[in-house]
């Protein structure tokens, strides 16, 4: 076995036993857990190669600076490829300080996930550097109509962290597919179907058998439903093409590393239960009033379900209404 395999492989023997174990859980209650640098946490290396600054599981607060989703980024040997631009300029600026201490490899390519802040507002420092940044064209069009309104939220929470911090959008586009051969990776991005938002853009590693999910998969903390996202969309998109991708690894949108099973019972099977849960409401003659206080004590486990839950329960029922 070649020494690349071998470490492989004790990379993907550990990270079983880790999330098997459950010791990766996050927690929405804890404000900062690298107070030394503008990032949440410090990245960590999932498998090799694949480093993930993991971010809060709660909102985007003054204290966690934005950084409450993932920001990846994979060492090729030939170039660095980085996944999400951030929440601002100074936290792609501390992402890319853990880089810089990581490789001495440049930084080659930015991939947006998705069109909201945390993904996109910190565009602007790497195009300033002259790197290229990839998107959906559908989370291009987002930036283009919204960006301003997604900046202005950014500066009301942020403050002076948010100095600097302009909209950018990307420079370039995909629709379907957009293979990325750098080095001794070859990543594959994809837009597998609509799902949690315009643009929802998934990275997949084939060699390693890992996802770079973005917002189509959860599971520590609970899915947000928006006024347009369709839901049954999400469960079918989910359910067909992002399983039959057979990923053993799962870095999501939000919340640790893990596995398909665990990401399975924190979108897909969450979805169905409450879709389920409004129908037998509307089925009873219910009003937009009442799904507010449908069930959803199974998933109050699942960090920001204060913030989340009867938002979803109603925006699910405005949806289903009509269907």
């Known amino acids: 076995m070649t020494r690349t395999c071998l470490a492989a492989t004790l990379y993907r023997s550990t990270l079983a036993l880790m999330l098997s174990a459950g010791t990766a859980w996050a927690s929405e209650d804890i404000a900062d857990k690298y107070p030394q640098s503008e990032l949440y946490d410090k990245p960590v290396q999932v ?33 660095v490829v980085v996944i999400n631009g951030g929440a601002s300029v100074r936290l792609a600026a501390a992402l890319h300080d853990e880089i810089k201490a990581v490789t001495d490899q440049p930084v080659k390519l930015v991939i947006n996930e998705n069109g909201q802040g945390h993904a996109m507002l ?31 939220g950014m500066e009301r929470y942020n403050r002076d962290k948010a100095e600097g911090t302009r909209v950018v959008t990307a420079n370039l586009s995909f629709e379907d597919k957009h293979v990325v051969e750098m080095g001794d ?81 924190g979108t897909s099977d969450y979805l169905r239960d409450l879709r389920d849960k409004i129908a037998a409401h509307i ?41």
């Open 47 to 79: 498998l090799p190669g694949v480093y993930s600054a993991i971010g809060a599981t709660a909102p985007p607060t003054y204290e966690n600076s934005g950084h409450n989703n993932n920001l990846s980024f994979v060492v090729t040997g030939d170039g």
């Open 185 to 265: 990776m070859v990543l594959e991005v994809l837009h597998l179907g609509p799902a949690h938002g315009p643009g929802d853009t998934q990275v997949w590693i084939p060699a390693l058998s890992l996802v770079i999910a973005g917002d189509i998969a959860f599971h520590e903390r609970m899915p947000p439903i928006f006024a347009d996202t369709c839901t049954s969309c999400w469960i079918e998109t989910f359910d067909g093409p992002f399983m039959e991708l057979g990923a053993t690894y799962v870095i999501p949108g939000h919340g640790h590393p893990t596995n398909m099973d665990l990401v399975v019972a």
């Open 283 to 323: 089925d009873a003659g219910g009003d937009l009033a009442g799904a507010y206080y449908v069930d959803q004590t199974r998933w109050r486990h699942m960090d920001t379900f204060e913030e989340l839950a009867t938002k979803n329960a109603g925006r699910v029922f405005e949806e289903m209404e009509w269907e």
């Open 122 to 152: 910190g565009n602007a420092y790497w195009a300033d550097l002259g790197v290229d940044i990839l998107a959906h064209v559908d989370a291009i069009h987002e930036v283009e109509e919204n960006g301003d309104f997604i900046l202005q």
